[in-house]
């Protein structure tokens, strides 16, 4: 499809198909249980819309968990990795070597954030960055434990499900993972984890997790020398889209570099333009030691990588690796997907309709008593639904009725936390599209009360 035939498209729905009820069916039948959360089977992608198997066309808030952030089927990321097929398919990184590899890794490396040298170490996935990371820290520290945040989520394998902290069903049954991890409150505005009734200064709760972290784990009972890593989301994704305060990251800083411990910043969901900068430690003022990525590093092909800096490589080769990271239909993705982002200035247009999409969502919450919260950066955004405002009990049912009435009417959103909703379209919506969307969500929620 080219961008021209991209525009003018509009949302479309009709009530439930009988194809999209065939499918489900099936799928049911042959597919493991999974978290499936709306009836929606795609078929089409078309920029910031997807069509279903009935012809019904849904616009896209929910980016494939922030995957598709240049829209579904961008043209050029097609055309390269249609190159690619027609070229080498696979030709492991682990033991041979590829030209596009090489430009992956270089595209990589130039837009991390960090002015130093750098290595990249490809994965398949999130989970897989993750625990890329975790044996990058202990290699090159020597130790074995860790620290890592309430509310957080890095993966689901047993290395990063240990970090994981943002659901019990995560670790249902599955107990005990990697141990080692310690996990500490993030400093959460919104709901603030030291349960200080009312407002707290910033920099007071900032203050307050990084004297946790110092005085009751540091100074208590986990030696500073036995730390390989502080691993850390810039923005908590799955746990609620939670910003911490400005300062926070550049205090973490201070501290991990006060005992020699590196920081491990994952970047997963937050990287590649969502926040509206190209990675949301920028905002934060922070260089990371290691950072992982995936989702959208390819535009939804899967891939992941660990991009950590020069020193921490590997000591000998053989200590880590796998067979499909850096796979070349991939790699052409990655390489192809930061060419496009900056061909189209999708990092500006992240920062300028992000800004534009939370005036609306603010204005949502002046109408509706019901949305406690609006927050995140750039196209990283959550509505957060309470019982009450002043209490801020989560409200986890409202929500839900309002992702299910507002699939009703064609837009496809995904929850997060006990009771948010995240907003993250692609990163090349235009302003039309956002009040498209908002003029949906604010008919769902009406609908919902
Ligand atoms: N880290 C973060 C911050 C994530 O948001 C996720 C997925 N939601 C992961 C890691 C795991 O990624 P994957 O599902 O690709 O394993």
Known sequence: MMQEELNGIKIKVTPP??????????????????????????????????????????????????????????????????????KLWHFPGTDFYTEMQVLAAKSLIEVTPGKFNKKVFFTNSGTESVEAAIKIAKSYTHRERFIGFIGAFHGRTQGSLSFTASKPIHHKGFFPSMPGVEHVPFPNPYRNPFNIDGYE?????????????????????????????????????????????????????????????PLLIDEVQSGFGRTGKFFASEHFGVEPDVI???????????????????????????????????????????????????????????????????????????????IGDVRGLGLMLAIDFVKDRRTKEPNSKLRNDVINNAFKNGLILLSTGSSAIRIIPPL???????DEGIEVLDKAIKMSK
């Open 201 to 261: 200064e910033p920099d007071e709760l900032v203050n307050r997790v990084i004297d946790y972290i110092e005085t009751y784990l540091l100074k208590t009972y986990v030696p500073p020398e036995d730390v390989a890593g502080i691993l850390a989301e810039p923005i908590q994704g799955e746990g609620g889209y939670i910003v911490p305060p400005m300062n926070f990251f550049k205090e973490l800083r201070k501290l991990a570099d006060k005992y020699h411990i």
């Open 428 to 434: 090349i919506i235009t302003q039309e599209q956002v």
């Open 292 to 370: 992982t990525l995936a989702k959208s590093i390819a535009s939804g092909i899967p891939m992941g990588a660990a991009v950590m800096k020069e020193e921490m490589n590997f000591s000998e080769n053989g200590l880590h690796s796998n067979t499909f990271g850096g796979n070349l239909i991939a790699s052409a993705a990655c390489v192809a997907t930061i060419d496009e982002m900056k061909k189209l200035n999708a990092v500006e247009n992240a920062a300028k309709q992000g800004a534009y999409m939370k005036k609306r969502l603010v204005e949502l919450q002046n109408k509706y008593n019901e």
């Open 17 to 86: 198909g009988p194809e999209a009820k065939k499918i489900i069916e099936l799928n049911d039948k042959y597919l493991a249980r999974s978290t499936q959360s709306l009836p929606v089977v795609g078929k089409l992608g078309k920029g910031v819309y997807v069509e279903d198997v009935d012809g019904n066309v849904y616009l896209d808030f929910a980016s494939g968990i922030s995957v598709t952030n240049l829209g579904h089927l961008d043209p050029y990321v097609t055309q390269k990795v249609e190159e690619q097929l027609h």
